[in-house]
């Protein structure tokens, strides 16, 4: 019998052993791609998220939720493209130009992933023309940009204006984030979105696409 139930807990817990075999055996069962992502692996990582802005789980809880989940997804992965299950939007994210920090950027991907985008990781010191051409390439809907250097926080302006530059601006959304961005920072160099950690950012990213 399907336990979809039952994978959101495993994934809770970030027990990824069980994530994996349980994910299997609602395949095997014939449960659809997409039910096994939003009411067990999504639900999850949705928990997580909810504990994580609660201060209930930290940073390795959350790093330990997100190992879990993939275990699912790679399962999961190769059956969505033949089921024809869309991704929610695509977001390519990145560490800005300078900036080698990569510990919260990833936590953002991961929940991404586990909110149902699809994530293209530019990784890190990331130049503004990388973003751009990602836009261009990817048709990413969103960018998300991020930085732990005052130093770096610079870059995000820049690359909001080589958006400008590559005529693209109007076709991305642009969220910011990092330990020292500020909404008023966001409102400041004209990014669409700023949010203070990385489970409001899946909220942010459904608000700005309008989900
Ligand atoms: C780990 C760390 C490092 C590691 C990085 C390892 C790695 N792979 O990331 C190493 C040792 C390499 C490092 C190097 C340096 N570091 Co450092 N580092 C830190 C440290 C201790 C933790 C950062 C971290 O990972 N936090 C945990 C994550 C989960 O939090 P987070 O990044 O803020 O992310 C959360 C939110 O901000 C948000 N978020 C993050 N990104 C995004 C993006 C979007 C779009 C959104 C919506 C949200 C979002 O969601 C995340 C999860 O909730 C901080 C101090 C601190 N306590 O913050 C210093 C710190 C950031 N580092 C600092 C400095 C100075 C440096 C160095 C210059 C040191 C040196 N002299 O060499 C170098 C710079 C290297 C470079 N060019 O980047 C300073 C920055 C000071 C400043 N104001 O600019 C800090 C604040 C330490 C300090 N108090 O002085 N560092």
């Known amino acids: 019998m399907v336990d979809l139930q039952g994978i959101a807990e495993a994934v809770i ?9 349980m994910t299997q055996a609602a395949v095997d069962e014939g449960v659809s791609a997409e039910q096994i992502i939003n009411e067990g692996l999504i639900a999850g990582m949705g928990v997580v998220g909810t504990k994580f802005k609660a201060n209930e789980f930290y940073v390795p809880e959350v790093l330990i939720a997100a190992r879990a989940m993939h275990a699912g997804m790679n399962i999961i992965k190769p059956l969505l493209a033949a089921s024809g299950v869309q991704p929610r939007g695509t977001i390519a994210i990145g560490t800005v130009k300078g900036d080698l920090h990569d510990i919260g950027k990833n936590l953002v991907a991961m929940m991404m992933e586990g909110g149902g985008f699809e994530v293209l990781d530019l990784e890190v010191d990331v130049a503004p023309e990388k973003f751009v051409a990602a836009v261009k390439d990817s048709g990413a809907q969103i960018i998300a940009l991020s930085a732990l250097l005052t130093t770096t926080m610079p870059s995000m302006k820049d690359t909001i204006e080589a958006l400008k530059e590559a005529g693209v601006r109007d076709q991305v959304k642009v969220m910011i984030g990092g330990a020292p961005v500020t909404q008023n920072y966001s409102d400041e160099v004209g990014a669409d979105g700023y949010s203070p950690d990385a489970a409001s950012a899946v909220d942010k990213a459904n608000e700005l696409l309008g989900l």
Do not use: A, L, N
């Open 13 to 21: 817990r970030g027990d990824r052993d069980s994530v994996g075999s």
